[in-house]
């Protein structure tokens, strides 16, 4: 059953389902960077590294603005995005390295 009204235009159902698609792949792919971010963290516990390499951190944001750019996305908005991210990744870090994984 489909959660769209059948008043929709049919041009926004597409563009909504079209969202929901790339919502989904989102998700999927931020699940799949987290399980990569989780490696690091337990490789750098065991060699007793900082959770955070701000000089890496710095090299991301100034590529992913580059790519943002690029792509016509507001490399402002892509910065936020991928501090967040960073923030998430420093904090499980942060739990690895405790031994609270």
Do not use: W, Y
């Not at 597409?14 to 990569?36: G, M, P, T």
């Amino acid at each position: 059953m489909s959660d769209t009204p059948s008043d929709t235009p049919i041009e926004l159902a597409r563009l909504r389902s079209s969202i929901d698609n790339i919502d989904a792949a989102l998700v999927h792919l931020l699940a799949e960077r987290f399980k990569c971010t989780q490696q690091v963290g337990r490789l750098k516990a065991d060699q007793n590294l900082p959770p955070a390499d701000p000089a890496r951190e710095e090299r991301q944001i100034a590529r992913l603005r580059t790519l943002a750019d690029e792509a016509g996305l507001d490399p402002v908005f892509a910065e936020k995005f991928l501090n967040f991210i960073i923030a998430e990744v420093i904090h499980h870090h942060e739990r690895i390295a405790s031994g609270n994984e």
